[in-house]
Every structure is written in C-alpha cells, then in structure tokens.
C-alpha cells in the first residue's frame, strides 16, 4: 500500500538539509499547503519564519524546524480549550454538516463523560436521516447512558431536544447531549431548524456549548462551514474528526482564528475511547513529527 | 468575514487587467498564473496537481495555438477551461454492465463519504432504467449500517440482502459473495455493495476490502469521494487505487458550496473518470458528472465568463 502522506515525511527534506535555502522555502510551502492550512495561513507562516529567520541570522534547518514549531503552537494556543460545563443540566448541542462524525462523536463524549462519573442523556434530533435514531441508540448503549427519542418517524427535532432537557431536568441528570442532522451549511431552512431547536432549549435552560463537528479531511470549505454554523447555531467549540486519517486538518488554524471559536475535542478512530482534547502541542507535535 | 469569497474576484480582476493588451507578453501570463494557482489552491486542488496544470497553462498560453479572435483575457480563460475539462475526463463514461447478469457494483470510498445514501442513489435510478437491483449490506461494522441500508431499500423500493446484522457481528466477505449468488438464484440484474468507510491508512480494511473485490468480481468499483475534502484527496485517492482498485468516482455532497478541487486531483492523480455527481440527501439527488460544468465551478468560470464578455 502507498506510504500515507504525512507532513513529516514532506517535511524530512526541508530539515535533513544542511542549510536553509530556496528549496527549503519551497518545501515548507508544500507541505503546509499539503496539511491544509491554505494559501492565506501558509504565507503569513512562511513569511514569517523568513522574518525571524532574517533576524536571527541562521542558516540551520533545525532551527527553522523549532520556530514552525513554536509559531504554529503559539497560534493555536490562544484561545482557551476547556469545556464549560458547570450548568445544571449542562446542555451540550452537536451539528456540523453530513458526514463529518457528530454522532459518533457523540457516543464517545458520552462515554467520556461516564468514565466521569457523570450522568448523561443523549437526545436523537437527528429525525430525518435513515437509521440515524438507530445509530445513536447503539452508541448510548455502549456509553451506559439514556436516550430519548422521537416518538414517531419524522417528529420535530426540535420537540425531541425539548423532550431530552425535560427528562434531565426531572430526573437530575447532569449533562444532555443532543445530536443533529446532518445539514450543508448553504441551507437555509434547514440552518434555521438549527436556531429553532436552540429557541426550544432555551425556554428550559441555557445551553452549556454548541459544538461544531469538523472533519479533518476537509479543505478550504471548512471556512465556510465555521461561518455558517455559527451564524446560525451560536457555536462555542469546534470538533475536529477522523485525524487517524493522512488527513491533517490545517484548516482549522485559520477556523480558530477567524472566528475566535476555540477547537475543545480531538476525534482519531471509531472506537469508543477515541475522543481526546485538544492539545496543541500535541497536534503540532503530529503534524511536524 | 468576506475576505473567504474574493478569489473569482482577484481572478477576474487579473484577467480584467489583460483586456487591454493585444498580445500576451511573459510577464502578463505569470501574472495571471499566478492568480490561477491561487484560485486552485483555494478549490482546494492538490498542490502537484496545481503545478503541472498551471506549467501546461502557461506553455499553452505562451504558444502559438491561441485563438487570434479572442482577447488575451478570454484566451487564457479559454485555455483554462479546456485544460481543466481535459483532466475532468472530456466525455463523461457510462456504467459498464455485464454480458451475464448480474452486473455487480462495489462501493468503497472514507467514513461518511456518502456511499449508503448513494447506494439507494443508484437502486433508485437503476430501477427507473428498467433494471432489478438488489442492494447487499457488507458493511458490519459501521452502527446500524444494515439498518441505514434497509431503510435506504425501502424508500428506493428495491430489496435488500442483509443476512447479517452487523455492528462488528458477521463477515462482510462472505456477505458480498452471497449477495451475488442470491441476485444470480432470484434473477436480478444489477447488485450493489455497500462497504464500510475506511481509511486510506488503514491496512487492515483496505485488504478486506480488496477481498470483497475479489469475491463479488465487480463490473465496476466506484470509489465515492466527499466534494469537500482537502489535500488529502490524492493520498487517499492513491490508496484506494493500490488498496482495491476502483474503476469510476462518484464526487458527493455537492450540491453545497465546496469548489470540488478533489474531482481535479483523483481524476489528474488516478485517471479514473468521474462518472456520477451526488446532490443531496434525498434518493433523487443524483445525476451524471458533467466535466464542463465541474471545470466551471472549481475556477467559479461562469462569473468570469460574463464578466469578461461585459468588457
Ligand atoms: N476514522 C474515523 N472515523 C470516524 C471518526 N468519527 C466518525 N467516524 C466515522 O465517520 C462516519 C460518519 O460518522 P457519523 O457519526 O455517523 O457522522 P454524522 O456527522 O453523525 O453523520 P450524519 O448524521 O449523517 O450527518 C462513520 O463511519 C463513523 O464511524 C474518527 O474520528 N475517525
Ligand atoms: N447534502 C448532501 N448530503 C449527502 C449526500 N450524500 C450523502 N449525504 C449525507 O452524508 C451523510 C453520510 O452519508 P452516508 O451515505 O451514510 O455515508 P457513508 O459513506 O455510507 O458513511 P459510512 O458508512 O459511515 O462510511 C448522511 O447524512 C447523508 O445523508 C449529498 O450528495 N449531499
Ligand atoms: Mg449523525
Ligand atoms: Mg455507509
């Protein structure tokens, strides 16, 4: 099988050599632009590290290696990752569009909440996909948490979120997580179902976060998506997904950084363990080797 | 943040600065390429794909072959677009249906890429063609995939072979080949299988799904591919081919926003053709791929077009 490519492997030529020159310029570019940071963040990085590697005078890859390191670290680490889920119930809402992992996401916080020793409800909102009310069911089972679901096929998602927060609050349950459907976020009825739901909630209690799932297989779109949702849905923490993939997910620097929106968990596997938080250090650390 | 939409705008405004020119002098088309190159980067179009296209654009704009009744800036758009229609594979290719029926189809393609939801896709339209398609659930490891895949059936009226109910229980090999030999017992015609999202770097899976290749014997593999994924597109594209081989691409979720710069690299990368363009969630949203409409929409040339014919 093909060697995935990694921005470590693309990166072993720009710092096995013995002095920085054109070349590297050029293979540092490549391999930012490869990790999906775009051409925007690529040259504001690139542009930067000539600056300073002007101004320290050096000719040593390894120390341009240090400060790519250091910058990309200290832009990611601006903002801050925790999760605030003080509220009783903390109500966590999870959308993003198609595809990208919420529900399973979803399963895994949940179970990682568990291990908290947390109690947890999970609401199944998503009532339109196929089997999705099915999928959230086998995922709460696995975490040993609760769920509610739509009483009938097609049932307003917003009423199901309604239902899900009612059951937490009457029963004292700590932390409600409901999950969405899938929705571009170039639809604008369906954007507004988003808001809706939120509305709802929010007759019985503030809502503790609204997590937006990215996919770290996306490119430049993830802008766009960011933009969308949290116009629409009030977003206050960013997922990032599927980074056990060759996919690494660049886009979301420019994300944090254009919308001030933090990234809070890390998904890398199918697997019910695998949901982390997010450590920057830790993900340069993946992403330069 | 409307600083994400300027790029048709910066690529206009370059090639706006050309109207005036008479003949194309070095300088205007690095100029222009340069914009261009930025313009791919944006659609997301993979970065070695991006330099070779944009090496040729230049060579050809610096050639002689330039069409003499066109403006500089309407050349080099013209240029563009045949080049990208070019990779996107010209004449879009029909499915390849077997002498003997069954003709069997595999999907294969990332974890939510759209296969299921293109499954009944396909049923659908099969059926409307007047075929008998059967849909075999052989991913058991996704939650509740049969059960997506049953539902799926239903809606496109067409049956489905789910002896197993998956969730990590079953064998999704042995699935595949039964599959094929129910279609082949009950006489249906077509047979579609339905296969777990994997990862490019997954061994593992990628083998299993080169053992369901092998058992089923496919007319055609499609390897179904998210219109909004990055750079990572080529790697993964690449191991898709190694891993099980595919034979045609279906481009997803396209009826958002994402430029589908991946639909230029998997085509340039692997020359499989794009055969089918997802549009929606909804079983009707399916439609053959259009190369030239693609090409349009990766560089946003139909604004340009107008914009250069109001000059
Ligand atoms: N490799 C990998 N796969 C993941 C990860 N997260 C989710 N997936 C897979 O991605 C696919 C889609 O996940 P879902 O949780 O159904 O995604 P969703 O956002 O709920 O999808 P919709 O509800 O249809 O919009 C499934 O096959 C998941 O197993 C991850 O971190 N890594
Ligand atoms: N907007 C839009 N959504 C789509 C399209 N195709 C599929 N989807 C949605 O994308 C999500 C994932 O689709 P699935 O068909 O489950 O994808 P999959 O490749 O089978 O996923 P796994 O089996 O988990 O690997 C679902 O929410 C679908 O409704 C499309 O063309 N447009
Ligand atoms: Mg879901
Ligand atoms: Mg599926």
Known sequence: MANPWSLSGALRGVFGRKTIDDSTWDDLETSLIGADFGPDVTEQVTDELREKVARYNTTDPADLRRMLRETLEERLSKLDPTLKLSNRPAVVLVVGVNGVGKTTTIGKFAKFLRNFDRSVVVGAADTFRAAAVEQLGTWAERAGVSIVKPQAQGQDPASVAYQTVEKAVREGIEIVIIDTAGRLHTKGGLMDELGKIKRVVEKQTEIAEVLLVLDATTGQNGLAQAEAFIEHAGVTGLVLTKLDGSARGGFVLAVQEQTGIPIKLVGQGEGIGDLTGFTPHVFVQNLIG | ?311
């Open chain 2, 1 to 311: 943040m409307a600083t994400f939409g300027s790029l048709s705008d910066r690529l206009a405004q370059t090639l706006t600065n050309l109207r005036g020119k008479g003949k194309l002098s070095p300088a205007d088309v690095d100029g222009t390429v340069r914009e261009i190159r930025r313009a791919l980067l944006d659609a997301d179009v993979s970065l070695d794909v991006v330099k070779a296209f944009t090496g040729a654009i230049r060579e050809r704009a610096l050639g002689d072959d330039v069409n003499k009744a066109l403006n500089p800036a309407q050349q080099v758009v013209q240029i563009v677009n045949e080049e990208l229609i070019t990779i996107l594979g010209g004449q879009q290719r029909r499915l390849e249906f077997a002498k003997r029926p069954p003709t069997v189809i595999m999907l294969a393609g990332l974890q939510g890429a759209g296969k299921t939801t293109l499954a009944g896709k396909l049923a659908k339209w099969l059926k409307k063609e007047g075929h008998t398609p059967v849909l075999v659930a052989s991913d058991l490891q996704r939650p509740n995939a049969v059960t997506q895949l049953q539902v799926v059936g239903e809606q496109a009226g067409v049956p489905v072979f789910a002896p197993e109910p998956g969730n990590g229980v079953g064998d999704p090999v042995k699935v595949a080949k039964n599959g094929v030999k129910f279609a082949e017992d009950k006489q249906y015609d077509t047979v579609i299988v339905d296969t777990a999202g994997r990862l490019g770097v997954d061994a593992d899976l990628m083998k299993q799904a080169s053992n369901i290749r092998k058992a089923v014997d496919p007319d055609e593999v499609l390897f179904v591919i998210d219109a909004m994924i990055g750079q990572d597109a080529v790697a993964t594209a690449k191991a898709f081919q190694d891993g099980v081989d595919f034979t045609g691409v279906v481009l997803t979720k396209l009826d958002g926003d994402a430029r589908g710069g991946a639909a230029l690299s998997v085509a340039s990368v692997t020359g499989r053709p794009i055969m089918f363009a997802s549009t929606g969630e909804t079983l009707d949203d399916f439609e053959p791929f259009h190369p030239d409409r693609m090409a349009s929409r990766i560089l946003d040339l139909g604004d340009i077009l107008t914009l250069i014919e109001q000059v």
